[in-house]
């Protein structure tokens, strides 16, 4: 058996979350077998991929930005790394359906991209048949783990009380990325109950400011609603971003972060919280192995197994990546 299966296998033998679990996430072993540092899987569940010499060029990032430049594995891989990546999950920033197809492609030719979130066309009631097309003919694909809505979807389907987009999401084993401002928390909270067997996936921790201050009560309540559902997971990602809101370097100590990262692993467990970087976005606050050693030194400190769950457990069992040799 390959050493990187033999890994994956063990690491799901531990005590795993409430999520729903796709059949593609489990695994049968004979016991628990706990790894040591060195043989912990590191996947980076929040990573942009594009590239503007593409003849249709790109519609994100703006060419007068350093980010605007080809952004592929290759060059994930190349960057210095506190750890080393076994792989990344890559979300799609497009706003073009046929985008999708091409991070497909790219997954298809690299097994180190594990998998994408993708983005379809807007979700309408009655449910279109163009969305229920783009669920089935995506969903056939196991390498396309589910899609990414901005806030705003969710605040219109709570005013709707509309959940058959999401329902057919769940039904065809989909995961819901979530992204927006420090409401969004609240959001998912009062949201994940209507769709219980939909995972969903808090990204940047709810985009919060991230100051000396305590951090917001809002944002903290949030939190702590989303939590309480046992299908949502949060991605500790762009940590650093949100540090540095009025440009400049981000702390690089991680005293700074621990007050609001206590409270979304207060709230979330160590069964539920994902890694993520956020690369390339995270350039213009630190380096990736700053982003990687902060969010990786908070997990390690937290218990014996939160490390292991924290950068590839939890997200493997919320995901449902399909394993590949």
Known sequence: MRRRTFLSRSLMATAAPMLPVSPSSAAVVSGP??????????????????DPRRPEG??????????????????????????????TLVVE?????????????????????????????AMTSPLSDEFRSQVKRYAANPLFRGIRVSSGVIQELLRRDDWAALRLLAD???????????????????????????RWILNHIGNVPITADKPPADWQAGIQAAGAHSNVCCKVSAL???????????PDDLSFY????????????EERVIYGSNWPVCERAADYRTVQRLALDDA??????????????????????????
Not at 43 to 48: A, E, M, P, Q
Not at 69 to 77: G, K, S
Not at 172 to 198: F, Q, S, W
Not at 303 to 321: D, M
């Open 300 to 325: 390690a400190s937290r218990s014996p197994t939160a490390l292991a769950r924290f950068c590839y457990q939890n997200a493997r069992t919320a995901y449902g990546w399909p394993e590949r040799k």
């Open 172 to 198: 065809h084993n989909l995961v819901l990325d979530v992204n927006g401002g420090p409401d969004t928390p609240g959001l998912i909270g009062a949201a994940a109950g209507k769709v219980p067997r939909l």
């Open 258 to 269: 621990r007050p609001y990262l206590d409270v979304v692993w207060n709230a979330f467990t």
């Open 33 to 50: 077998v706990r790894p040591t540092v060195a043989d912990i899987p590191v996947i980076d569940c929040h990573t942009h991929f594009y």
């Open 240 to 250: 650093v971003e949100g540090a540095a809101r009025n440009g400049g370097n981000a």
């Open 93 to 121: 920033a497009s706003s073009r359906l046929e985008d999708n197809d091409w991070l497909l492609q790219l997954a298809e030719n690299d097994p180190f991209v594990v998998g994408i979130i993708g983005r379809f066309t």
């Open 58 to 87: 790109i519609p994100w990032p703006a060419k007068d930005t350093p980010l605007y430049r080809p952004v592929l594995p290759e060059h994930l891989r190349a960057q210095s790394q506190h750890r080393p990546l076994t792989g």
